[in-house]
């Protein structure tokens, strides 16, 4: 029996989506949170949730994703209830276990937290055109890393970006975390796509884990590191 | 036994339309009795079934024209536009009461009784 969490800033979602599913055969029980922090409280609680409904636009859904990302961890799918998709492919590489759009129905929501308490992902067949494709570009990312050496050349502050970025952080995050404007950090990020050749920051978070920095330069990379969302 | 609400649904979003659905399936004393598909069929909906209310989606907290012209040929009707956002909604009434043999008293009854504008 699965138990389940619901997490949404939006009172109409966290109560309507746990009303349907928890009516659902296999769901022990599901709970609801408002923010980030309910959340956290919720999944140190015991039983923890076997599976987290996440929507996409709440504050630190990033950081709640990759908290997750550890074997015993909660299989996290989000859900773009807002007024926006978002980035499937960042929200993959982060590791979540399913994705639902804005134009997700109910159904498909119940179908894809099933998948995701069976250890499955149910997506479409355009969804999963887009993570093969992105696959390959990360396998070609390492084929040539592997082949040719290191031959990208970050500067510090980059580096230090690449660090936050494969923590899950947004620009927004970055900024706060280095104490720059948003918009420096979005230029940083930006230069640092273009010099690794890759389109998604998932491609930036791949190759560091090729070249892993030898001593993070801030606290903030530093955390990173120490709460192992770097893989060695 | 009081007669059903009856509920016409216009242009919901898939997952914000199937909860409203299911919720309103389980309410007890509401039928819904039409779904709009688009904008401009749900004046025709509307007439067709004569709810007493509508839930739609509605961009900001006006009442957009196609939808106060409909209104307003169907005073009675209750209009629930949720916001873009799905975190709020506004309800919009249009109440007919006729006052027959108007008398002074009844000309301040009125005007008593109509409830403050909220901001």
Redesign the interface.
């Known amino acids: 029996m699965v138990h389940l969490l619901v997490v949404t800033g939006i009172r109409f979602y966290r109560e309507g989506l746990s009303a349907v599913l928890a009516g659902r055969p296999g769901i022990a029980a599901c709970g609801t949170a408002r923010d980030a922090d309910e959340a956290r409280a919720c999944m140190a609680a015991e039983p923890p949730p076997d599976v987290v409904l996440l929507d996409v636009a709440l504050a630190g859904a990033r950081e709640l994703v990759t908290g997750c990302a550890h074997p015993a961890g909660a299989r996290v799918v989000v859900i773009a209830v807002g007024e926006r998709d978002d980035d499937l492919l960042e929200w993959a590489e982060l590791g979540v276990a399913g994705y639902v759009g804005r134009d997700g129905s109910v159904e498909e929501v119940c179908e894809v937290v099933d998948a995701a308490a069976r250890g499955e992902l149910r997506c479409s067949p355009a969804m999963a055109g887009t993570l093969l494709r992105h696959l390959s570009t990360l396998a070609g990312i390492v084929r040539g890393a592997r082949r040719d050496g290191p031959a990208v050349q970050l500067t510090a502050r980059e580096h230090e970006i690449v660090v936050l970025i494969a923590g899950g952080l947004s620009n927004k995050g970055i900024a706060r975390s280095l104490g720059i404007e948003v918009a420096t950090a979005k230029n940083h990020v930006h230069n640092i796509l273009h010099k690794l050749q890759v389109e998604h920051r998932g491609d930036a978070a791949a190759w560091l884990r090729l070249h892993p920095p030898a001593l993070p330069a801030t606290p903030g990379a530093a955390a990173m590191v120490d709460r192992r969302l770097i893989p060695a | 036994m009081p007669e059903q609400a009856r509920v016409v649904l216009g242009m919901l ?4 339309g ?2 409203v659905r ?2 309103l399936a389980a309410a007890p004393g509401i039928l819904v009795v039409g779904e709009a598909r688009d904008a401009p069929s749900l004046a025709d909906v509307v007439r067709r079934h004569q709810p007493h209310a509508v839930v739609v989606e509605m961009e900001g907290d006006a009442l957009p024209p196609h939808l106060c012209t409909l209104l307003c040929a169907a005073p009675g009707l209750a209009f629930i536009g ?1 916001a ?4 709020r909604a506004t309800l919009f009434l249009l109440r007919r009461n006729r006052i027959l043999d108007l008398g002074p008293r009844d000309l301040v009854s009125a005007i008593l009784s109509a409830p403050p504008q909220q901001a």
Do not use: A, V
């Not at chain 2, 979003?13 to 914000?16: G, H, I, M, N, Q």
């Not at chain 2, 873009?84 to 975190?87: A, I």
């Open positions: 979003p898939p997952l914000l199937g909860i299911r919720l949720i873009r956002d799905h975190s």
